[in-house]
């Protein structure tokens, strides 16, 4: 870390109080004891290559190529979506099975493959670049980053909600470890990094009941949402991991063990939209490296854990 980082400017706390209380309205003065009792501070430092988003004492440190980057991972992941979603609900009402001749076949799906390539394919220089200040083609129908949804259609306005849920749970896992550099007492890694993937998911999803009772909205329908924020974020995390990475390092669990552990918490029937979200994450990871690659026939939580058993054995071989 350069001196100049260390002098890094800590942004307004209420920025970051602003994201918190949207992603979790409930528990905004939980937060705000939270954050002052360890004296979390968060300070944008200068761009550089990789992936700047990490906890150093009490501080919290994150570069505007990172951020730039989970904001476009945001709206790929909102993309997976569009292209996979539909073909859940085809499957359902055709019994068709989905997989390289039903893609072909799709009038839509080569568009729709193109749009999110064309994400990926800036976020893919991304670890070998050092600044997103270089001149690059920024994505068709993905907005500039901005810090509300004026100006945005509808299906940007949900992209928008799942990535400000998406940066809160990562900004969350980096204040656990905050905590355990203040408390002196931490488990093992990789241990510890699973530990604050579960502080985050907690903080988010734990007061789901208590938001709907005063919110008057229905709880399964705030747990969908913020458990989708949560996928996309792993959804992020996946794709923010070297290849050589993804399988588990000594420091680091292996990423289908993160995707996964999102899945138990998650107590909704087996058609309910959220299970197409996260399945059409995944298996946009998978098709985009297997364009041949068949869905499993299943549906719900069983889909799911299924594809990430797909990257595990992936990352494992």
């Given at each position: 870390?350069?001196?100049?980082d260390?002098?890094?400017q800590?942004?307004?706390?209420?920025c970051i109080?602003?994201?918190?209380?949207?992603a979790?309205?409930?528990?905004a003065q939980?937060?705000?004891?939270?954050?002052k009792?360890y004296g979390?501070?968060?300070?944008?430092?200068a761009?550089?290559k990789?992936?700047t988003?990490?906890?150093?004492?009490?501080?919290?440190?994150?570069d505007?190529k990172t951020?730039?980057?989970?904001?476009?991972?945001?709206?790929?992941?909102?993309?997976?979506?569009?292209?996979?979603?539909?073909?859940?609900?085809?499957?359902?009402?055709?019994?068709?099975?989905?997989d390289?001749?039903?893609?072909?076949t799709?009038?839509?799906y080569?568009?729709?493959?193109?749009?999110?390539g064309a994400i990926?394919?800036?976020?893919g220089d991304?670890?070998?670049?050092?600044?997103?200040?270089?001149d690059f083609?920024w994505?068709?129908?993905?907005?500039?980053?901005?810090?509300d949804k004026?100006g945005?259609?509808?299906e940007?306005?949900?992209?928008?909600?799942l990535?400000?849920?998406?940066?809160?749970?990562m900004?969350?896992h980096?204040?656990?470890?905050?905590?355990?550099?203040?408390?002196?007492?931490?488990?093992?890694?990789?241990e510890?990094e699973?530990?604050?993937?579960?502080?985050a998911?907690?903080?988010l999803?734990?007061?789901?009941?208590e938001?709907?009772?005063?919110?008057?909205?229905k709880?399964y329908?705030?747990?969908?949402k913020?458990?989708?924020?949560?996928?996309?974020?792993?959804y992020?995390?996946y794709?923010?991991t070297?290849?050589?990475g993804?399988?588990?390092?000594a420091d680091?669990?292996?990423?289908?063990?993160?995707?996964?552990a999102?899945?138990p918490?998650?107590?909704l029937q087996?058609?309910?939209w959220?299970w197409?979200?996260?399945?059409s994450?995944?298996?946009?990871?998978v098709?985009?490296?297997d364009?041949?690659?068949?869905?499993?026939?299943l549906?719900?939580?069983n889909?799911?854990?299924?594809?990430v058993?797909?990257?595990r054995?992936?990352?494992?071989?």
């Open positions: 870390m350069s001196h100049l260390d002098a890094a800590a942004v307004d706390p209420k109080d602003i994201l918190i209380d949207a979790a309205p409930e528990k939980a937060w705000r004891e939270c954050r009792w979390v501070s968060f300070h944008p430092i761009d550089r990789g992936v988003l990490r906890a150093q004492g009490r501080r919290i440190e994150f505007n951020m730039t980057w989970l904001w476009l991972l945001g709206f790929a992941g909102w993309r997976a979506f569009r292209i996979h979603g539909p073909q859940f609900w085809w499957r359902e009402i055709t019994q068709a099975t989905i390289g001749q039903l893609r072909s799709d009038p839509t080569a568009d729709a493959e193109g749009d999110l990926l394919y800036v976020t991304f670890l070998t670049s050092e600044t997103v200040e270089n083609s994505p068709d129908g993905v907005p500039q980053p901005q810090a004026r945005f259609d509808i940007q306005q949900a992209a928008f909600d990535t400000m849920i998406a940066t809160a749970y900004l969350l980096e204040v656990r470890h905050v905590m355990f550099n203040v408390d002196g007492e931490r488990p093992s890694e990789p510890e699973l530990a604050c993937d579960a502080y998911r907690a903080f999803l734990e007061g789901v009941e938001y709907a009772k005063i919110s008057g909205e709880a329908c705030v747990l969908a913020r458990a989708a924020g949560i996928a996309l974020g792993a992020a995390l794709e923010f070297p290849e050589g993804r399988g588990g390092t680091y669990p292996p990423v289908a063990d993160r995707l996964e999102l899945f918490a998650v107590d087996a058609d309910h959220f197409d979200f996260a399945a994450l995944l298996v946009s990871i098709v985009n490296r364009h041949s690659a068949v869905v499993p026939d549906n719900g939580r889909l799911c854990n299924e594809l058993g797909r990257l054995q992936r990352h494992q071989t």
